[in-house]
């Protein structure tokens, strides 16, 4: 099987289109997708998990962090619930 020139442009003109469309998908992604979904390099996290603990096959307790302060939820079992509000986050250990 022999390929002519007009091949091979139609077939990087193809893989061209497929690139950009990739491209587009991915700026209108950050541009109008959910917050979380995409983190821009360089943002500082505000939010994240510091700590999970299961209690039992449907509850669990969840310490996050927001910013410098940490939450204790009860998540789980048809209801959740907050445990405990603005905990001081524990001292960091220096690891020498």
Same mark, same amino acid.
């Given at each position: ?11 990087? #003109? @193809? *893989?061209?289109?497929?690139?950009? =469309?990739? !491209? ?11 917050? %979380? ?15 999970? #603990? @299961? *209690?039992?096959?449907?509850?669990? =307790?969840? !310490? ?11 998540? %789980? ?20």
């Amino acid at each position: 099987m022999e390929l002519d020139a007009a091949s091979y442009l139609r077939f990087v #003109a @193809a *893989l061209a289109f497929v690139v950009g =469309l990739m !491209l587009a998908l991915l700026w209108a992604l950050r541009r109008f997708g959910p917050a %979380g979904m995409v983190v821009r390099a360089g943002a500082k996290r505000r939010l994240g998990v510091v700590e999970t #603990a @299961a *209690l039992d096959g449907r509850r669990r =307790l969840v !310490l996050i962090r927001r910013d410098d302060t940490e939450h204790l939820l009860l998540v %789980g079992g048809g209801n959740d619930m907050l445990i405990e509000s603005r905990v001081a986050p524990a001292a960091q250990e220096d690891k020498a």
